[in-house]
């Protein structure tokens, strides 16, 4: 157990959605010293505490934490879930590091190259899934293309709407724009048989117009890191517009409700819990500093996937059996 | 004149800002049908119109605009920059013809490979300066360079403080991250002789610790319509919230002045004009769908860049002479 916030905040979490799902069994991964002192008073019936020697620090090299901390808390985790002891396992660590790891342990499914970070965003018609988010710096056509089965795969699932409409990111619609590799993955896509709509633009993630969109890892982490740093920015100019003497300060207060209700909906702790898909197991990312609330979320979408048994779902999708 | 609202919104929007710079020659290039009927009566005396016999349409292909429209309103304010008549161009016409366009008639300065679009972007501190948003899909480690040199001269003359920070986008702040092509450009930033802060994340664009962010125009242009897709996600959530019920309009309502401020501060259309660098001569392109109040912003932008002769600017910056 690691994370910004560490045991402190991820332990109490995992507590509490293992009280919501008592037909779920809970495994929570951390040093014996991290154990709470009133843990059997406190954990459900449907939590167990599995204690490792060591935990992967946020700043380790994800290469030197695969080699050398092989008794890890984030080792031993992805080793349940190799071992079929655990459906799922979630992590706030070093993102690096467990991307290392789940790679390493866990293997590819069969056709697909690469994993990738995999995560929804909210839009106007509800969300849109978006990858890769990082896991790679660049991209092939043909990994795009898993990518955007991948994609599929996960929107169909957590939608339960068939033929995701899936869209390729790029710099203007028209055919002719962008570079070798998007025009070349607009090709295998507009062959692959999935509800290819095309290319999309960086605005259409929010829009209504398509479900899954697909690009790099280098792309797709600057634009979700832009969309955190655009809302901060709004967030903040709002605070220091409402703060602005008495009067705006009353208007604040009266306004309240409507203030209450944009803060919850547009909280990013509502969309914590990204996905490594193309793994064989379910690997969630959640953001290093996620507080219990944020946590909980991300251990809800490793529910949501062990259940559905999304790494099959690819598998299948991909026209190759998954190896598990 | 082109654009999605045509001469209707130009040409007042122009001689509007005539009007504010009696001590600067304005010169509106449009069809003769397009001049407004009451010319003489409204244009002020530092206002002519040069007559052209077309206008490149806004899905135009650049390269066929560039060969087969010669005598359009476009072509002849370009070369109206190239023959020195002008000191600087505007456009919110099609953005690659006119990029083809600039690039044939006025020429790269020397040391510069590819031109590039910048713009300024509202930051915690005031404002980031971009590049490259578009104007080409992919860049060498040696074309970030450029972009670095360029959009440090850019933002020297706007803010008017010496050694901008220079910062290159990247998916980590970590050395080891991103791709081959970051890498090299990070080596040669480094041994610039510029500002140079290192890598810097999406998020860091709105942040207070870098002034210029440099970047490849795919991602670019991505990371700009992610800006503005995400700022109209919140606005339109805003919207909703505020109109929910007749107590929230209420509140709405006594929380105007706030509201106000902030939808002033955030207006995009304030930061209306982005500049083509790299060219032997100011051509600023302004948003397809500016209205009145957003063509003025890109004329004042123009403006300042000629005042300052930012191309001169660029190519001191690059110990090259100008070829002008």
């Not at 790891?101 to 690469?114: D, N, S, W």
């Not at 028209?174 to 605005?203: C, M, P, R």
């Not at 909906?265 to 219990?292: C, E, F, Q, T």
């Amino acid at each position: 157990m690691s994370g910004d916030r560490g045991p402190e905040t991820c332990v109490p979490a995992a507590l509490a959605v293992a009280c919501e799902h008592p037909d779920v069994e809970f495994t929570l991964v951390g040093r014996e010293a991290d154990r709470p002192a009133d843990w059997r008073e406190r954990a459900p019936r449907n939590a167990a505490w599995l204690a490792a020697s060591e935990v992967v620090a946020m700043n380790d090299h994800p290469r030197e934490a695969l080699r050398h901390k092989k008794h890890s808390s984030m080792r031993r985790a992805v080793d349940l879930v190799k071992a079929r002891t655990a459906h799922a396992c979630v992590s706030a660590g070093n993102t690096g590091a467990l991307m290392a790891t789940a790679h390493f342990v866990l293997k590819m499914i069969p056709g697909v190259e690469r994993p990738a970070i995999a995560s929804w965003i909210p839009s106007r018609s509800g969300h849109t899934f978006m990858l890769d988010l990082g896991a790679n710096a660049t991209a092939t056509p043909a990994q795009l293309r898993q990518f955007a089965v991948m994609g599929s795969a996960l929107a169909e699932d957590r939608s339960a709407a068939p033929g995701p409409r899936v869209g390729l990111l790029n710099i203007g619609e028209e055919d002719i724009k962008g570079d070798e590799t998007v025009q070349k993955a607009h090709e295998l896509l507009s062959a692959s048989g999935l509800n290819y709509v095309g290319f999309v633009e960086g605005h259409d993630v929010f829009g209504d117009d398509v479900d899954v969109v697909v690009t790099d890892g280098f792309t797709g982490n600057v634009a979700l890191k832009t969309m955190e740093g655009t809302a901060r920015y709004i967030a903040q100019a709002m605070r220091e517009e409402f703060t602005r003497g008495a009067m705006r300060k009353l208007g604040a207060l009266l306004a309240a409700p409507a203030l209450g209700a944009l803060r919850s909906r547009l909280d990013p702790r509502r969309y914590n819990g990204a996905s490594m898909v193309g793994l064989n197991g379910v690997v969630i990312k959640s953001h290093g500093s996620a507080d219990g609330f944020a946590f909980q979320r991300a251990i809800e979408v490793a529910v949501a996937e062990a259940r559905d048994d999304l790494p099959a779902r690819i598998a299948a999708k991909l026209d190759a059996p998954a190896v598990t």
